[in-house]
């Protein structure tokens, strides 16, 4: 039979077995079908703003940095409050936030009334929701998990990543294709209804944490997460080098959009192609994370795949026309998606075992908020480099740098989960 422990784990039916457990098998359904609605909206909102209402470079550019960008301050607060209240329903009320305002923009193009603030409003919603979700859904996969199954629950999340960002752009392209571009954001909305259920039947009891400190929440307490993370000689390096590499990666996806569709006149479904039939290596490397660190163990794996996930993404500023670019744009995401397929969920496992259960909200809630953040900002950054220097040369730049990045990465592997501190004696 299944139990729930003091500590709120989940004790699983199969012991030693395959099976991670009934809870985590609804948290992962939960996830894959929000992750696969996601992936089937995909830039569902810039295509609105251009097919519908008519905007400009500039207007969609700022719907994408702007939502991004507020979302992530307004989350700020929300990693703090969200550490002493019960995870899973706070997950279910951001997953029904979510769905309420994503079918906010079908409803209002049905009505004729879909305008780009609201577009705006609904971007920076679901950014904030989304980072709150991660920052409980952390806390919930360490309390369903036990640690020695961390990473292949991890390795789980990362293939059906990868699945839905194989799958989800070209069947959602088709789907607007067929029924209209606000078709796949109704979709999207449905996908966080069946996530919110799918959470709730986890069932079992979710104890509520308990805080030493005084219930209110203090000015002082929204720096916590960053505070933890910063302070730690472990997590401080994986964290600098996690959010630089990602910014730098994601700064460049505009550019080689603007490189590919424009100056070397790629059709729209070939850049697709080039970027949707790399994701299988995303698979692979979800699979082989687990046998590469029983044999070589955490550290090794964690350094050496952070490391080769660098090493390709200067190979696209040399993209040439025809087949040949194609070929080469195919060949560099391939291994680039497969280092990360073998480096992300080993990092999420390391960044959990290191993180005290009282305090995974607020550092998986800091964590997002700097990556959006670091993102948005190199996104801008590289944006105007681009004017300046030329798309290619900065496609270049952002290569280089990432092959610096290695310099940031854990020199020494951790020998234990650090404890929780005590709660001070009552005078």
Not at 196 to 201: E, F, Q
Not at 206 to 229: F, I, K, N, Q, T
Request: aromatic letters at 8%; glycine letters at 12%; hydrophobic letters at 55%.
């Amino acid at each position: 039979m299944s139990g729930v422990t003091e500590s709120g784990v989940v004790e699983s039916d199969v012991v030693g077995g395959g099976s991670l457990g009934r809870g985590f098998g609804w948290l992962w359904g939960a996830y894959a079908v929000s992750t696969f609605g996601t992936r089937l909206a995909f830039d569902a909102f810039p295509l609105i703003a251009v097919m519908v209402l008519d905007a400009g470079p500039a207007r969609v550019a700022a719907l994408s940095a702007v939502g991004l960008a507020v979302g992530a301050v307004v989350a700020v607060p929300l990693g703090p409050w969200v550490e002493f209240r019960r995870k899973r329903p706070v997950m279910i009320a951001t997953d029904l936030l979510r769905c309420a305002v994503l079918l906010s923009v079908p409803l209002a193009y049905a009505l004729g009334r879909l305008g780009f603030a609201q577009l705006l409003v609904v971007s920076v919603v679901v950014a904030a929701a989304d980072i709150t979700f991660r920052a409980a859904a952390g806390s919930c996969l360490k309390a369903l998990v036990r640690g020695p199954d961390l990473l292949r629950a991890n390795g789980r999340f990362e293939a059906t990543t990868w699945t839905a960002a194989m799958l989800g752009p070209p069947v959602g392209g088709a789907a607007i294709g067929l029924f209209g571009p606000v078709v796949t954001v109704a979709a999207d909305a449905v996908s966080h209804l069946l996530s919110a259920l799918g959470i709730r039947a986890i069932g079992g009891g979710e104890p509520h944490p308990r805080r030493a400190a005084p219930s209110r929440l203090r000015a002082g307490d929204l720096l916590d997460g960053w505070r933890y993370v910063l302070a730690s000689p472990a997590l401080r390096p994986l964290f600098l080098n996690t959010v630089l590499v990602n910014g730098l990666i994601m700064a460049t996806a505009p550019l080689l959009a603007v490189l590919m569709l424009g100056d070397l006149g790629f059709a729209p479904w070939q850049y697709a192609l080039a970027f949707a039939v790399p994701c299988l290596g995303g698979l692979v490397g979800s699979r082989m994370a687990g046998p590469l660190v029983a044999r070589f163990g955490e550290h090794r794996v964690l350094v050496t795949s952070g490391v080769l996930r660098v090493c390709w993404p200067v190979g696209l500023a040399f993209v040439g026309p025809g087949t040949g670019g194609l070929v080469l744009v195919m060949a560099v995401e391939f291994g680039l998606i497969a280092s990360v397929g073998v480096y992300n969920p080993v990092y999420a496992t390391r960044r959990l075992e290191l993180t005290p259960a009282d305090r995974v909200a607020r550092t998986l809630s800091a964590w997002t908020v700097s990556g959006k953040l670091t993102t948005a900002a190199l996104t801008a950054l590289w944006g105007l480099l681009a004017g300046l220097t030329g798309t290619r040369t900065a496609v270049a730049l952002a290569g280089v740098l990432l092959l610096a990045t290695p310099l940031l990465l854990p020199r020494q592997p951790h020998t234990s989960t650090p404890t929780p501190p005590r709660p001070a004696a009552a005078d």
